[in-house]
Structure formats: C-alpha cells, structure tokens
C-alpha cells in the first residue's frame, strides 16, 4: 500500500524557514516525480514544485522561485521542501504527491503552514 506522509509543518514568522519531509512507501518511486501542492483557505490547490525521483530535475512555481527549495534523498525515500523567507501568503497546507504519467495518483494527508505577519 502506498503511504506519503508528510511532517514539518508549524506556525514560523514571517521571514522564517521550515522545511517539510514527505516519507515514501509501499512502492518503488525511481519512475514518479513527486511534487508539493498547496492549497490555502478559499483556493484552489495549487503545485509548488516538483522532482523527478530518478535524476532530480526539478520544477518551481513563480511564488516560490529562489525561495523554496525541492530535494529527495532516495536512501531514505525522503523527499523535501525547504522553505526560506516565509510570507504570510505562504500559509496552506502542504501536500505531497506521486505522479507516474499524467496525474497525481498519490497523496499524502497534508501538513499546516501557518506565517505570521
């Protein structure tokens, strides 16, 4: 059974850091590009940035350009997000998720973000 489950989450000042893991299992994932969504109260999910697991190339949003970082330790089938200088607008809650071809077809249950002004 597959299992993302993602952990790091917290209330941080605007300007902090926090870095999120998402902790895989129940597969082998060297094909999937894993990928951070969040989604904010009100909106739509939105995808933050991705990694594909076998290379490491990588994908940001705008929002996040020079600021977040997306990174996997395959030993630890890990994959991590670090976020620098947090904006209030960063606060969602953080997903991880696995795609293979087309969709995200796993998820994990999601992690809090709160940036206080």
């Known amino acids: 059974q597959v299992q993302l489950v993602e952990s790091g989450g917290g209330l941080v000042q605007a300007g902090g850091s926090l870095r999120l893991s998402c902790a895989a299992s129940g597969r082998t994932f060297s094909t999937y590009i894993m990928g951070w969504f969040r989604q904010a109260p009100g909106k739509e999910r939105e995808l933050v940035a991705n990694?594909?697991?076998?290379?490491?190339?990588?994908y940001y949003a705008d929002f996040v350009k020079g600021r977040f970082t997306i990174s996997r330790d395959n030993a630890k089938s890990t994959v991590y997000l670090q976020m620098n200088n947090l904006k209030p607008e960063d606060t969602a809650v953080y997903y991880c998720?696995?795609?293979?071809?087309?969709?995200?077809?796993?998820w994990g249950q999601g992690t809090q973000v709160t940036v206080s002004s």
């Open positions: 990694i594909r697991w076998s290379g490491g190339s990588t």
């Open positions: 998720a696995a795609r293979r071809l087309v969709s995200y077809d796993f």
